[in-house]
């Protein structure tokens, strides 16, 4: 990789730094002495299956609090702000997700089975998250946005054999292309049901309020995400249960939750953050959640806030940087004085973002780094240690995050190189489903587990985050493959070749850039741009859409055909193109 070689990240010394007093009241109060003397041994002392042996997560985010004096306690609040307004004690969790799982026992699903969720951001999406881990079966969450191409997919690779959805999304669902699936569950179905289909609400009505977990063990599957790299179709992380101790400790000293804090994640399960830290973290640590239904908008946001007195946020630097354009005059009509402690994920925040949100709640967003594959947080900013404004932060105790060159050595301060982490932590995925010889390219770097992004530590052991060191794309904090953009792109009838890459952008961090070579007979249009970038939100989702496309000639590629983004990206920015040596020709 090009950037390992001994260049210099820029100097720290005039940077701006985040002081914390002294007497901090968090709950990891010294990092350096906690970092020391460290022991997961210690972490899983604090579940139940640790003195029995009896492994399943819904037992220690739901069933536990249900039987002690959390029971009445509200752990999730919902609303959409239009049809549902509800609250749900984990004691109406245990019943609600045992009636989940008596539903889908009834429809054969057992310990190990796949289980697609396709649901837009309702309170089922998380009973019946729930209600799978009960039968010890895997959840394999679907982001609602996603179109028949990227369902099909991920429904496909894991061989998911049933899948809850409601009668407005299953029309995504391909059934004839995917042989495993034999029955779809559907939720808020009326009638006019077909032979495969069952009503979900017919199911749990008739469901006895309780079932036993299945139990399991600490290496059994917890739940199967798929996500992007740079090459090939999107892989399914599998994680296993114990990451549940990972999720556990990262929320309470990263995200310092607490039990008397109203907590609110806005990420939706359907990517990582919303299970790690929309479900496993704050329901294994008993504390209540705050789910809003529906799209983005300023206003609801900041009442959510105000309505829920919303004590901890955790967010994205795209969702800050959109609320920073909708202007000051919005949060000075609510108050969020509530809030004591807020975290960023999924991208670098900007020291202006930063510093904005500090404006307008008096609180720094505090960034934690990881990725689908790490499962927990690795890299943190803490409550209660000084950081500096834009870096990424430090180790989380129990975990080794360092950086190194591409024979795996640790490079001098300053330098950059490949982002590592030490394998053995305990949210690590077990594997990419079915996919074993992508897995090993995680461990390509000996000794290591490479992230695939750059960065550099600074003198005082802080890393800085520098950016990807391949092509993958972040945009609004969606990971994106360019691969499975492309193979939508070349599916429309008029597209003969496509290169995609990710321009940079000051509000979402990257947009979708297309490169286009027209098949003989299609001339470059506007009215074209428009009909294929709607073809790609029509078939694999919105998010996943160009917002920008260039028509060329032809599209720069190596003499074994693969697409060459260094030189697009050279080409979009108007620099020189670089060593194109490799190039066809
Ligand atoms: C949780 C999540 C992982 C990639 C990761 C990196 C980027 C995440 C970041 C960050 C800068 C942070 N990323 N957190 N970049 N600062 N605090 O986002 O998982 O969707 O798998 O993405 O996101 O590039 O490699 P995932």
């Known amino acids: 990789m090009a950037q390992t070689e001994s260049v210099s990240g820029p100097s720290t010394d005039h940077v701006e730094w985040e002081r914390k007093p002294k007497s901090i009241d968090a709950n990891l109060r010294d990092y350096e002495t906690a970092y020391k003397n460290f022991s997961w041994k210690d972490v899983e002392r604090e579940f139940d299956w640790s003195h029995t042996g009896k492994v399943n997560l819904v037992h220690e985010a739901v069933d536990r609090h249900a039987a002690s004096w959390r029971k009445n306690k509200v752990a999730l609040y919902y609303t959409d702000y239009d049809k549902r307004d ?18 889908l026992k009834s429809l054969g699903v057992k310990k190990g089975d796949r289980i697609g969720v396709f649901l837009p951001r309702i309170p089922e999406l998380y009973i019946v998250i729930l209600g799978i881990h009960r039968l010890g079966a895997i959840p394999v969450p679907l982001f609602e946005a996603f179109m028949q191409q990227a369902v099909q997919d991920r429904l496909g690779n894991s061989e998911a054999n049933v899948c809850i ?11 004839a292309e995917l042989p495993a699936l034999k029955k779809l569950l559907l939720v808020g179905a009326s009638d006019g049901l077909a032979p495969n289909e ?75 953050t919303g299970t790690s830290y929309g479900i496993y973290g704050p329901w294994t640590l008993g504390v209540s959640s705050v789910v809003i239904g529906g799209r983005f908008d300023p206003e609801r946001w900041y009442q ?34 509530s809030l004591r402690h807020i975290c960023s994920v999924g991208e670098p925040l900007n020291p202006e973002a930063l510093r904005w949100v500090k404006k307008i709640t008096g609180l720094a967003p505090h960034e934690t780094w990881w990725m689908t594959e790490t499962g927990m947080h690795i890299i943190c900013n803490y409550r209660s240690l000084d950081f500096k404004v834009g870096c990424t932060g430090k180790s989380f105790p ?3 995050a360092s950086v190194v060159d591409d024979a795996g050595k640790e490079v001098p301060p300053g330098q950059l190189g490949h982002l590592v982490v030490k394998p053995g932590w305990p949210a690590m995925m077990k594997e990419i489903w079915n996919n074993k010889p992508k897995f090993d390219e995680y461990f390509r770097i000996p000794g290591w587990y490479s992230s695939g992004d750059t960065a550099y530590k600074d003198a005082d052991g802080y ?42 952008d000051a509000v979402r961090g990257q947009i979708i850039k297309a490169f286009i070579a027209l098949r003989k007979g299609h001339q470059p249009s506007d009215e074209l741009k428009k009909e294929i970038a709607d073809f790609v939100k029509k078939h694999l989702a919105a998010h996943a859409a160009p917002r920008e496309i260039d028509f060329v000639e032809k599209i720069p590629k190596t003499r074994s055909g ?22 066809e020709e």
């Open 86 to 103: 509800e609250k749900f004690t984990f004691q109406d969790l245990k019943i609600q997700t045992s009636r989940a799982a008596h539903a």
């Open 165 to 175: 959805t409601t009668p407005a999304l299953k029309s995504r669902i391909p059934l």
């Open 198 to 272: 069952s009503s979900y609400e017919s199911l749990t009505a008739k469901a006895p309020d309780w079932l036993e977990p299945e139990w399991l063990t600490v290496d059994d599957g917890l739940v199967i995400h798929y996500t992007s790299g740079s090459t090939g179709k999107s892989k399914g992380a599998l994680h296993r249960q114990y990451a549940m101790i990972g999720h556990y400790q990262t929320a309470k000293w990263a995200l310092d939750l607490r039990d008397d804090d109203i907590y609110w994640c806005t990420a939706d399960p359907g990517w990582v």
């Open 304 to 337: 959510t806030i105000q309505r829920y007195q919303v004590t901890m946020w955790y967010s994205a630097p795209t969702a800050f940087r959109m609320l920073m354009s909708a202007g000051e005059a919005v949060p000075a009509k609510y108050n969020l004085k």
């Open 398 to 400: 129990g975990t080794y």
């Open 463 to 504: 890393i800085w985050y520098q950016g990807r060191g391949d092509d993958v794309i972040k945009t609004a904090g969606e990971r994106v493959g360019p691969f499975e953009v492309e193979s939508a792109l070349v599916a429309h009838p008029a597209v003969a070749e496509a290169g995609v890459i990710g321009k940079p």
């Open 562 to 583: 693969k697409i060459m983004r260094r030189v697009l990206r050279a080409m979009d920015l108007g620099e020189p193109v670089g060593d194109v040596s490799t190039m």
